[in-house]
């Protein structure tokens, strides 16, 4: 069974459109996160939540609106793309905010034309 | 959070024992140093995670001198499938959920 899953794997869709990518991890854990790792491949957080309550919010532009229907599941919606959101987004999950041992999903390949 | 600084890249070959030392002197005293790897096309994964001395695992080997300045990761006998980038973190114990990427360093290991 994989730990923490993400849907879609790839997602190709024109600027202006909105998407959503979904999360769930089947760890039992409190705390979830989304990441953004551009084609530069650097890796930034942008959100975690913990037991459905939001921790972080990076400056991340309102465009991103995490939602948390339940602990297991964390899912982004973005509005109205842009090229510059063309990344991969790692959804991860740990134990609770104090542990630093993240599990990170397959990541989905978003591209925006 | 303090900064982290390690090399962009590492070769090396099948069978050889591989160190990977990473700085971070301006490390606070609650912090902790955590190493993470991340494979192509896949999320990054946890490998070890340490405060000071050493600490050792069924993967690698996690080396910190007293000053904690720095430390080295350390992949005994690495193989073809080791080849990924090398992500070190210095967590503080008060933002444990807070990992600051860097650009890692990328180690290829080679036939």
């Known amino acids: 069974d994989t730990a923490v899953s993400q849907t879609p794997k790839y997602l190709v869709t024109q600027m202006g459109n909105d998407k959503s990518i979904k999360c769930e991890q089947n760890?039992?854990?409190?705390?979830m996160y989304w990441y953004k790792q551009d084609s530069k491949k650097f890796l930034k957080i942008m959100f975690s939540?913990?037991?459905?309550?939001?921790?972080i919010n990076e400056t991340v532009p309102n465009r991103f609106s995490p939602k948390s229907p339940d602990k297991a599941h964390l899912n982004l919606h973005i509005n109205s793309l842009e090229l510059g959101d063309s990344a991969v987004y790692f959804c991860?999950?740990?134990?609770?905010?104090?542990?630093?041992?993240?599990?990170f999903g397959p990541g989905t390949r978003l591209t925006v034309t | 959070l303090a900064k982290t600084t390690q090399p962009i890249s590492m070769d090396s070959y099948e069978g050889q024992e591989v160190n990977i030392t990473c700085s971070h002197n301006n490390i606070a005293t609650n912090d902790y140093i955590t190493w993470y790897q991340q494979f192509p096309s896949q999320g990054p994964r946890f490998i070890i995670q340490g405060y000071k001395t050493k600490v050792t695992n069924e993967v690698a080997s996690l080396f910190i001198p007293a000053d904690r300045k720095s430390s080295t990761l350390s992949l005994p006998r690495v193989s073809l499938s080791d080849t990924a980038v090398y992500y070190c973190l210095v967590v503080g114990m008060d933002s444990s959920y807070k990992l600051i990427f860097g650009s890692g360093t990328r180690l290829l290991v080679r036939p």
């Open positions: 939540y913990n037991n459905k309550e939001l921790i």
């Open positions: 760890l039992g854990h409190d705390t």
């Open positions: 991860a999950s740990s134990q609770d905010l104090t542990i630093s041992e993240q599990y």
